[in-house]
């Protein structure tokens, strides 16, 4: 069974920074593209940043300039370096990954179960 689980969400001021990580387990045969989302309160789930496993990265403009997104392959591991924080980023941030389970089979989309991100003004 795959799972994503995600930490290092947390309060902090504005002009702060925090550092998510998403760590995928279990057993499937290779991760395609890994992204971020965010879902504040009464707003639909949006598109944080976005990166394949050859290294295209693509960031919404809100966030360009001010986060990072990383991968770390080998421990099958998506982070979300986000610096220059503003109370509008406060939100529930998801990890989501394109997975393929087995070799010739298509990737199936997976979720982590959320991490609340606060930013105070």
Same mark, same amino acid.
């Given at each position: 069974?795959?799972?994503?689980? %995600?930490?290092?969400?947390?309060?902090? @001021? $504005?002009? +702060?920074?925090? =550092?998510?990580?998403? !760590?995928?387990?279990? /057993?499937?045969?290779?991760? %395609?593209?890994?992204?971020?989302?965010? @879902? $504040?309160? +009464?707003?639909? =789930?949006?598109?944080? !940043?976005?990166?394949? /496993?050859?290294?295209?990265?693509?960031?919404?403009?809100?966030?360009?300039?001010?986060?990072?997104?990383? =991968?770390?392959?080998?421990?099958?591991?998506?982070?979300?370096?986000?610096?220059?924080?503003?109370?509008?980023?406060?939100?529930?941030?998801?990890?989501?990954?394109?997975?393929?389970?087995?070799?010739?089979?298509?990737?199936?989309?997976?979720?982590?179960?959320?991490?609340?991100?606060?930013?105070?003004?």
């Amino acid at each position: 069974q795959v799972q994503l689980v %995600e930490s290092g969400g947390g309060l902090v @001021q $504005a002009g +702060g920074s925090l =550092r998510l990580s998403c !760590a995928v387990s279990g /057993s499937f045969f290779n991760i %395609e593209g890994m992204a971020w989302y965010r @879902q $504040a309160p +009464g707003k639909q =789930r949006e598109l944080v !940043a976005y990166i394949t /496993s050859g290294g295209y990265i693509k960031y919404v403009d809100s966030a360009k300039g001010r986060f990072t997104i990383s =991968r770390d392959n080998a421990k099958n591991t998506v982070y979300l370096q986000m610096n220059s924080l503003k109370p509008e980023d406060t939100a529930v941030y998801y990890c989501h990954a394109d997975i393929r389970r087995a070799l010739g089979y298509k990737t199936s989309g997976y979720w982590g179960q959320g991490t609340q991100v606060t930013v105070s003004s």
